[in-house]
T-cell receptor, first 113, second 113 residues
C-alpha cells in the first residue's frame, strides 16, 4: 500500500531558528495536506497543495509541493514557542476511492526559548 | 461552533469489556473517519464512512466495529477490549472525497488494563 514518510521524526530548535520537515510518498499524489497537532490536542488542518511545484505561504510557514507530486516540505522561518507541536503531512490513498488519507508519522517540533 | 464532538474524553476499561465511542458532527459533512494514534505511529485509519449508509475498513480494522447511525453520527465499538487497543482515538469528518480537509474531534483517551 501507499506509504508516506516524514523526516525528521523529532527536531529541537532554539527560538528564532528555522525549521523544515520533509514528506515523501511512495506514489504520486493528487494533493497533499498538512496538519498541526499541539501537545495534548487534536490535528488541525493547515493547508492543501494540489498543483505540481506549488508554493503557498501562511505568515512564517512556507509549504511546497514537488514537481513530481511525490514530495512536500514545510518550512517555518524564525520559530516561536507557539510553533511547538507535531506536524503531519497526509496524502490520499490512490487505491481506495480517494476517501482515505494516509498520514505520515509526523515531525515533533520542540522550541527552546 | 461545536464541529466534531467525541464522547467520552477519557475511559479506562478492563480486558474483555466492551465499549462504544461516540462521535457527532454538525458541519453537514458526508464523510466520517475513526483513527487511532499511538506514540511514534502517527494516525492510522480504523474505519471510515464515505457517506450515510456506507462503511469501509481502513488500515487497522481488526477488533473494531462501526455504525453510521445517520449523517451526523459515527460510532466505534470495541466488542472485547484488549490492552493493544490502548490508544488515543480521533473521529474526523470532511466533505466528500480526499481533497477535502478533515476536521478532528478532541479525541478519546482509552486505557485497557
Amino acid at each position: 500500500g501507499q506509504q508516506v514518510m516524514q523526516i525528521p521524526q523529532y527536531q529541537h530548535v532554539q527560538e528564532g531558528e528555522d525549521f523544515t520537515t520533509y514528506c515523501n510518498s511512495s506514489t504520486t499524489l493528487s494533493n497533499i495536506q498538512w496538519y498541526k497537532q499541539r501537545p495534548g490536542g487534536h490535528p488541525v488542518f493547515l493547508i492543501q497543495l494540489v498543483k505540481s511545484g506549488e508554493v503557498k505561504k501562511q505568515k512564517r510557514l512556507t509549504f511546497q509541493f514537488g514537481e513530481a507530486k511525490k514530495n512536500s516540505s514545510l518550512h517555518i522561518t524564525a520559530t516561536q514557542t507557539t510553533d511547538v507541536g507535531t506536524y503531519f503531512c497526509a496524502g490520499p490513498d490512490s487505491g481506495a476511492g480517494s476517501y482515505q488519507l494516509t498520514f505520515g508519522k509526523g515531525t515533533k517540533l520542540s522550541v527552546i526559548p | 461552533n461545536a464541529g466534531v464532538t467525541q464522547t467520552p474524553k477519557f475511559q479506562v476499561l478492563k480486558t474483555g469489556q466492551s465499549m462504544t465511542l461516540q462521535c457527532a458532527q454538525d458541519m453537514n459533512h458526508n464523510s466520517m473517519y475513526w483513527y487511532r494514534q499511538d506514540p511514534g505511529m502517527g494516525l492510522r485509519l480504523i474505519y471510515y464512512s464515505a457517506s450515510e449508509g456506507t462503511t469501509d475498513k481502513g488500515e487497522v480494522p481488526n477488533g473494531y466495529n462501526v455504525s453510521r447511525l445517520n449523517k451526523r453520527e459515527f460510532s466505534l465499538r470495541l466488542e472485547s477490549a484488549a490492552p493493544s487497543q490502548t490508544s488515543v482515538y480521533f473521529c474526523a469528518s470532511s466533505g466528500t472525497g480526499s481533497v477535502q480537509p478533515q476536521h478532528f474531534g478532541d479525541g478519546t483517551r482509552l486505557s485497557i488494563l
